[in-house]
């Protein structure tokens, strides 16, 4: 029997990078997963590539409207799940002098207002003894230039988490977050980069991670399958996957 078999899982922001690894990584150990996806070209790319046992759905996290489709249709499709994960997050890096109102509220909608939605009316389907696991980042402590709201976001959504764990524990609900650094993906996390950019952003990864390079995506998945199905005396946690980038560490 494989290790997911008979499982059921719901990952928002699944169609590419770090929760499409989990998402494969699910359906390889038999589980059967509903993913969604804000780009209507991801969500086909990711149909076309996943198959039958996933389910890929469009839905945008910052609208109440699209949360309430997908608890209706996860509801209709699986009637239970086992294991949420909440990984549909943006990151728009600015100074702080040209953050606008709109930005700003994007940024809060999608990885703070949707989260918290998204649990809201999605965990009274989770099952005795299932989890939900959060994507925060490294920037969701301290401070860096250019990151004042994107780590405000993030560190509140790390709030949230705790919330959620200490209210769903009568349920038998466990609620955990993963923290990744610098993740080698298509966007490298980050919306709006040029190309040229975007090299510039990974080579600074590279310089300053202790590890001197980048995680990969299924790095982050096997952190967030070990919260999802094997910490099971674990809930409130967080678990760094970050090359050692916030933990303090120097290394010539």
């Known amino acids: 029997m494989r290790e ?4 059921k899982a719901v990952i928002t922001g699944g169609t590419h990078g770090m929760g499409m690894a989990v998402a494969k990584a699910l359906l390889a150990g038999g589980a059967e997963v509903i993913l969604t996806g804000r780009s209507p070209k991801n969500v086909e790319e990711a149909r076309r590539e996943l198959g039958e046992r996933a389910h890929v759905i ?44 709109s930005s700003y509220d994007k940024t809060f909608a999608i990885n703070t207002k949707g989260a918290f939605f998204t649990v809201q009316r999605l965990s009274p389907l989770i099952r005795k003894s299932g989890s939900i696991v959060f994507t925060s980042s490294v920037a969701d402590e301290g401070g860096n230039p250019g990151m004042s709201v994107y780590g405000a976001s993030k560190a509140a959504l790390r709030s949230l988490a705790s919330g959620f764990a200490a209210e769903l524990l009568p349920r038998g609900v466990r609620v ?69 980038l916030g933990q303090g560490l120097s290394v010539e």
């Open 58 to 101: 469009q839905s945008d996290v910052s609208r109440m409207e699209e949360i309430q489709a997908l608890s209706d249709y996860v509801t209709e499709r699986f009637g239970e799940i086992d294991f949420l994960h909440i990984n549909a997050g943006i990151a728009l890096l600015e100074p702080f002098e040209t953050v606008t109102e």
């Open 176 to 244: 955990n977050v993963v923290s990744p650094g610098f993740i080698k993906t298509p966007t490298m996390g980050v919306a709006g980069f040029s190309e040229t950019e975007r090299t510039a952003f990974e080579e600074l990864g590279d310089r300053i991670t202790p590890m001197k390079r980048h995680g990969s995506s299924e790095e982050v998945a096997k952190a967030v399958l070990f919260l999802a199905f094997e910490a099971t005396f674990t809930t409130g946690a967080k678990l760094s996957v970050d090359g050692g």
């Open 4 to 7: 997911y078999e008979g499982k």
